[in-house]
């Protein structure tokens, strides 16, 4: 359900949007940021919540909220109330259900954590290789604004499906008591403290660089084939290819934590995105842009998994939501700085493919930063 307030969903209807409002790309792009930063924000409070409340009483008000959020884009008129909207899709999809169901695996599983995450971010996978299929298509016989009531509609009917599912659920306060994991120091590390500790720092540019510049890549698909003389259609076709790699690398990197734990794994899974955006800078060729989606899919894949565990494992499961709370504003701001940042490079004269090799560049110092944070702090157990 998450899917709808993600990028690959949005920017579906850019088009439409920008033609309804009389936007430009700028002016698009900088009202997604302002929704996207605030939802960031609000973020650091709100998952905060998954430490209070149980998963069920939380999940069906956060399905509701997406839900109206949808028919919220679906019948507003104002431009004034456009960053509302944005906001609210990014804060109850992008934000609050990716952060409700990745706290609850972390927190209900222990030795299989790695294989409960992989299975819960299928339904991310699965929503971002069909839904803009189905939807783009479904364009074709239907106004765009039903699309977002049928978006709503499909919303609702997740509600007595996951209230089913988890009628038997654990709650945090039952396991703060009986299943918690302790983190580093041999203690549950408060959010406060979490924040106080170099480690969160050090690792903070890795939680922000996959959401800023994959959310960019996506965002400004238009442009990179128009600059690459590709048909926008030839790339879409390769997306496809990019989900099944990135659930096939879902799957290893849940199991390769479970076998050797986040901290052998974090320092180098980002590796294969600077290798990516590497080639897709260089390449002129569909074909190597084939290439360079494979590398970037297979840190996406890896990325749905490790940084939730790594939470865990390091800093304890009592206030993991609290903790995961921040790492999950710090990648919605990084879905809210890319698209901005690499827009305004894009006026100013920095073509994509320049842009591409600095990012490139910073996904390996990233992977230092983070070897460098992971290796002081082990000592730590």
């Not at 996978?125 to 069909?130: D, H, N």
């Not at 749905?304 to 903790?323: K, M, V």
């Not at 006026?347 to 070897?371: E, M, N, P």
Request: charged share 10%.
């Amino acid at each position: 359900m998450s899917s709808f307030g993600q990028t690959f969903f949005i920017s579906i209807f850019s088009g439409q949007i920008r033609a309804e409002f009389g936007l430009s790309h700028g002016s698009w792009g900088a009202i997604y940021s302002l929704g996207t930063t605030v939802s960031a924000i609000v973020m650091i409070w709100a998952g905060g919540l998954t430490d209070i409340f149980r998963v069920r009483i939380l999940g069906p008000v956060v399905l509701a909220g997406l839900s109206l959020a949808a028919l919220a884009m679906a019948t507003n008129s104002a431009l004034f109330l456009l960053p509302l909207v944005i906001f609210l899709l990014r804060l109850f999809g992008q934000g609050m259900s990716i952060h409700l169901a990745q706290v609850a695996m972390a927190r209900w599983f222990t030795l299989t954590r790695g294989k409960a995450l992989s299975i819960a971010s299928l339904g991310y996978a699965i929503g971002e290789s069909l839904l803009p299929l189905i939807f783009v298509a479904a364009m074709g016989f239907l106004d765009w604004r039903w699309l977002w009531v049928v978006a709503a509609g499909a919303t609702i009917l997740g509600i007595p499906a996951l209230m089913r599912l988890l009628r038997q659920e654990r709650t945090p306060q039952s396991l703060a008591g009986n299943h918690t994991a302790t983190g580093m120091q041999d203690r549950h590390w408060t959010r406060r403290a979490a924040l106080l500790h170099p480690l969160f720092w050090f690792m903070a540019p890795a939680i922000l660089g996959p959401s800023a510049f994959i959310t960019a890549f996506f965002f400004h698909q238009v442009h990179l084939a128009a600059i690459k003389d590709w048909p926008h259609i030839q790339l879409v076709a390769l997306f496809p290819v990019f989900t099944g790699i990135s659930i096939l690398s879902m799957f290893a990197a849940g199991w390769a934590l479970d076998k050797w734990g986040t901290a052998r794994i974090m320092p180098f899974y980002q590796l294969p995105m600077a290798v990516g955006f590497a080639i897709l800078s260089v390449t002129d060729t569909i074909g190597g842009a084939l290439v360079g989606l494979i590398f970037l899919a297979l840190t996406v894949g890896a990325n749905n998994t490790l940084p939730s565990a790594f939470w865990a494992e390091f800093y304890g499961t009592r206030h993991i939501g609290a903790i995961k709370a921040l790492a999950t504003a710090v990648m919605v701001l990084g879905s809210a700085i890319g698209p901005a940042l690499t827009g305004v490079l894009i006026d100013r004269g920095v073509s994509l493919s320049t842009q591409f090799l600095w990012i490139a560049v910073f996904f390996v110092l990233v992977c230092v930063l983070a070897w460098t944070g992971i290796r002081r702090a082990q000592s730590q157990f």
